[in-house]
């Protein structure tokens, strides 16, 4: 007659699945942090080319803008040559001002002098049209730039 | 009296519910990762105002063609080569010694015939408006490659083997330098100034020219 009775069978206890939840929170909080919805929907094609020798953007003084070949669906509508997208739409190289000045403004006050125009541009895109945003920058006074590039080297691919 | 015990809510589902929202924003994040190369444009300039004159040596032409196939200094050239090229042309150190561009710390060959002193050599590329994008890019990254690759070579032998020009140059930009950072980028300036960043972009020629 033992008070202890030794339990049945060499079963394996249940999991203790409490903390599953916590768990699972705790993923659920980093992911919400670190996400940034995407605000302005890309309409080209945009493959960066790479390039090793990179610094990091600072994304708080810096203005964005795309390049390249109209995505599939507005094919149809915008053709197939080089095209400029500035926030959410197209822009054409003479309106091209205008909207980096609009989203210049966008930016902290104290930031707008310092401001860094980040090209994402297509690696499939001609030269020339780089070279038409490159001179209105020039026109505008935002003389800093950064060709946004994938890591990797464009030698192991050849 | 007996008290009725309130019914506890059922937390079962819990997780099912912090699933479902960890999936939706697991789909939806994209770790923003953008990095690349920085570069300032010239400024604005009058066209009357003639260019400064440079001697024909001193200058490193890098044309790329509509093909995207390089022609550097008139021969034709793989991109692998062509960050060999630009190193040994910026650190030739050509000036004869006693001369005042003598550059007393290139390890070049001191061909008379290339370039007299980082500081007077220039890269230029030109580029055809049909370039691809991703050539221009490649020929920028390894143009910067070779410039990185002197400036760290410099920092080693000056600041010591742990001073390294790039790996500096980030950890400050991120914050992260341990240290002095004031120094440190009093070094780095120290660098920039042995070989300074010239690289000229010639306007693309347009076609039928």
Same mark, same amino acid.
Do not use: H, W
């Given at each position: 007659? !033992? ?7 060499g079963e394996?206890?249940p999991v203790? %699945? ?6 699972v929170?705790m993923?659920l909080?980093?992911f919400?942090?670190?996400t940034?919805?995407?605000n ?22 810096s ?26 739409k ?11 000045t ?8 104290e ?8 090209l994402?541009?297509?690696?499939? %895109? ?12 020039r ?13 990797? !080297? ?5 | ?7 506890e ?12 929202l960890?999936i ?5 994040? %994209? ?9 300032q ?30 022609l ?18 910026l ?9 005042p561009e ?5 390890q ?9 002193n980082?500081n ?28 990185n ?5 410099? !920092?080693?032998?000056?600041?010591g ?34 070989f ?10 347009k076609?039928?020219?």
């Amino acid at each position: 007659m !033992s008070k202890f009775k030794k339990k049945k069978g060499g079963e394996l206890p249940p999991v203790n %699945t409490a903390s599953l939840p916590d768990i699972v929170f705790m993923l659920l909080f980093f992911f919400m942090v670190v996400t940034v919805l995407r605000n302005n929907e890309l309409m080209i094609k945009n493959e960066l080319p790479k390039a090793n020798e990179v610094e990091k953007l600072k994304k708080d003084r810096s203005v964005f803008i795309y390049a390249g070949k109209p995505s599939k669906q507005y094919q149809a509508k915008f053709g197939t040559e080089g095209k400029i997208q500035i926030g959410d739409k197209f822009t054409d190289i003479s309106s091209l001002q205008f909207a980096l000045t609009e989203a210049r403004e966008k930016l902290r006050p104290e930031l707008q002098d310092r401001v860094v125009v980040a090209l994402k541009v297509d690696k499939e %895109t001609n030269t020339g049209l780089v070279t038409d945003i490159k001179e209105e920058l020039r026109e505008l006074n935002m003389v800093k730039i950064i060709y946004i590039a994938a890591p990797g !080297s464009e030698l192991d691919t050849k | 009296m007996a008290r009725r015990a309130t019914p506890e809510v059922n937390a079962g589902s819990m997780a099912d519910i912090a699933f479902l929202l960890l999936i939706f924003f697991l789909v939806t994040t %994209t770790i923003e990762k953008d990095k690349g190369i920085a570069r300032q444009l010239p400024p604005k300039q009058d066209e009357n105002i003639p260019p400064p004159p440079l001697k024909e040596k001193n200058i490193f032409i890098v044309n790329v063609n509509q093909n995207d196939q390089l022609l550097v200094e008139e021969e034709l050239m793989e991109l692998k080569d062509l960050q060999d090229a630009a190193i040994a042309f910026l650190d030739n150190g050509g000036a004869p010694s006693g001369s005042p561009e003598y550059c007393s710390y290139c390890q070049g060959r001191r061909d008379p015939s290339s370039s007299d002193n980082p500081n007077k050599a220039v890269i230029s590329v030109q580029n055809d408006r049909l370039t691809s994008y991703q050539m221009y890019i490649a020929v920028q990254n390894e143009l910067v490659g070779a410039y990185n690759f002197l400036r760290n070579r410099e !920092s080693r032998r000056l600041f010591g083997p742990d001073f390294v020009y790039t790996d500096v140059k980030n950890a400050i930009n991120e914050g992260k330098y341990q240290g002095n950072v004031e120094a440190a980028e009093e070094k780095l300036k120290q660098i920039q100034e042995l070989f300074p960043l010239k690289l000229s972009e010639a306007e693309p020629k347009k076609r039928g020219e």
